[in-house]
């Protein structure tokens, strides 16, 4: 295994395991993480974490790059779908100072630390890859 093809497998294990880590503490009682804010896109960003390992165990560059490029827009989607859902959990309060404090009390943890280094670890291994085929150059003009 090459260093390029050892990198995003690291970044895409790293995926998965970002996605079990604490990414929000609402009201300092509980910590939140991926399946706790929103189960079903977690499933989607699991499964698209395990087809970037086969493609890359299986050395497919196209599949592995896809699936890199897909789980960061998926991670940078989830961070703004957090972002609207601390800002509008507490909308129904009539009294807007105390919407404010309450949604002062829904934190970040360190877990998007990790949700952010997976793909973008995965996305610079994949490519730094090189494919294996050239293609001669008179097939190149048709």
């Not at 896809?66 to 909308?91: D, E, N, R």
């Not at 009539?94 to 793909?119: C, M, N, T, V, Y």
């Amino acid at each position: 295994m090459r260093l390029s093809s050892f990198i995003s497998f690291a970044g895409f294990v790293m995926l998965i395991a970002a996605s079990y880590c604490p990414l929000l503490r609402p009201l300092h009682i509980a910590n939140w993480n991926m399946y706790d804010c929103n189960k079903p896109y977690g499933i989607v960003v699991l499964l698209v974490a395990v087809v970037g390992i086969i493609g890359v165990v299986f050395m497919q560059i196209k599949i592995a790059r896809m699936a890199a490029w897909l789980s960061l827009v998926l991670v940078i989607l989830f961070y703004f779908l957090a972002l609207l859902k601390i800002h509008t959990s507490f909308s129904f309060i009539p009294f807007h100072s105390i919407e404010r404090f309450l949604d002062r009390q829904i934190k970040f943890r360190w877990g998007w630390w990790l949700l952010f280094a997976g793909p973008l670890l995965s996305l610079t291994g994949v490519l730094s890859q090189k494919n294996k085929f050239k293609i001669p150059a008179e097939q190149k003009a048709i």
